[in-house]
């Protein structure tokens, strides 16, 4: 279905996509190698892509859950404010 929408979209209109997978591992999502690489061929060609190497935001909080804090409000994904814990 993903490489149907990528297909119908190539040269003909955006496709703007996020993913938490190098293109390394979308054979586990297209299960086939030839069909991986035509689908990151038409994702990539005329493409800007933007990689965020950032901790995980989500990550922080179910830590933060797990420990048995709750999750400040205040708090933004740069951390806490100044002066607080």
């Known amino acids: 279905m993903l490489f149907t929408l990528l297909a119908e979209r ?4 955006s496709v703007l996509l996020t993913s938490n997978l190098p293109f390394s591992g979308w054979e586990a999502i297209f299960k086939d190698p030839m069909t991986t690489a035509a689908a990151i061929d038409r994702l990539v060609h005329h ?3 933007i990689e965020l ?11 933060k859950a797990k420990q048995g804090r709750p999750a400040d409000a205040s ?3 740069s ?6 814990p």
């Not at 190497?53 to 830590?63: C, D, F, G, T």
């Not at 951390?79 to 607080?84: A, L, Q, Y």
Request: charged letters at 30%.
């Open 47 to 49: 493409s800007v892509i």
């Open 75 to 77: 708090e933004s994904a």
């Open 10 to 13: 190539y040269e003909r209109g």
């Open 53 to 63: 190497n950032l901790p995980s935001y989500r990550v922080e909080q179910a830590k």
């Open 79 to 84: 951390g806490p404010e100044p002066g607080k």
